[in-house]
């Protein structure tokens, strides 16, 4: 079993839907839990960067976490052509310990 | 603008020549790290760095080298690249040694021929 499992997608949406992205993961241990955008051939950009367990909002975008499922989600609302790309959940245990990331769900958004 | 610059852009190399990506920042941040990204796959750390103090993952293999000169630079060196190193390099920075927030440069795909 993967540490951190993803649905690969693709995800597809039109114009204006909320768009609902999750994560699970197996290591009890996690206490940070970031999402991640990529653009098809760039580098990783932080979208959401949400510690233990709750909510958290940033414009459009809403992290939620739920420890006791080992559970992840982003939700984006009014959803944007501009918003496709794939996104990739990541997670760490703090304490100067490595990143362990998703594999990431592509996400279109279809005008 | 304050970032992480990845050159070249694409590295197209003959199987076992050497290559070296390059990184650098103006972020002036404390910690550097490389990731290898193969296609719909999670990025993989393969090394970082904590100012000079090397950190070398435990499953990097040993034909992967890397090299910080001072603060702004980070170099990675595939010694004898294989097919199967073929894949996105991604150099990322971090303000201190909690890996949590880290900023990513575009990245460096790699072509073995």
């Known amino acids: 079993q993967k540490e951190v499992e993803q649905d690969p997608g693709p995800l597809s949406v039109p114009e204006g839907a909320i768009v609902s992205l999750n994560c699970t993961y197996s290591n009890s241990a996690f206490q940070y839990f970031m999402w991640y955008r990529q653009y098809s051939r760039k580098g990783p950009e932080l979208l959401m960067y949400?510690?233990?367990?709750g909510n958290k909002e940033d414009g459009r975008f809403t992290a939620q976490v739920d420890k006791s499922s080992k559970y992840i989600s982003l939700f984006i609302r009014d959803s944007q052509p501009s918003d496709s790309a794939t996104y990739l959940c990541a997670m760490s245990e703090g304490g100067y310990q490595k990143v362990t990331f998703g594999t990431g769900t592509k996400l279109q958004v279809i005008p | 603008d304050a970032m992480v610059i990845q050159n070249p852009r694409y590295q197209v190399t003959q199987f076992g020549k050497p290559v070296t990506l390059s990184c650098s920042q103006t972020l002036n941040h404390n910690v550097m790290y490389w990731y290898q990204q193969k296609s719909s796959q999670a990025p993989k750390l393969l090394f970082h760095?904590?100012?000079?103090?090397?950190?070398n993952e435990a499953d990097t293999p040993d034909n992967f080298q890397s090299r910080r000169p001072n603060t702004s630079f980070c170099f990675l060196d595939i010694r004898s690249p294989g097919l199967g190193d073929a894949a996105m390099y991604l150099c990322?920075?971090?303000?201190?040694?909690?890996?949590?927030?880290?900023?990513f440069g575009p990245g460096t795909r790699l072509l073995v021929l």
């Open positions: 949400t510690y233990s367990s």
């Open positions: 760095y904590y100012d000079k103090d090397f950190n």
């Open positions: 990322a920075t971090s303000e201190g040694p909690s890996q949590e927030t880290q900023y």
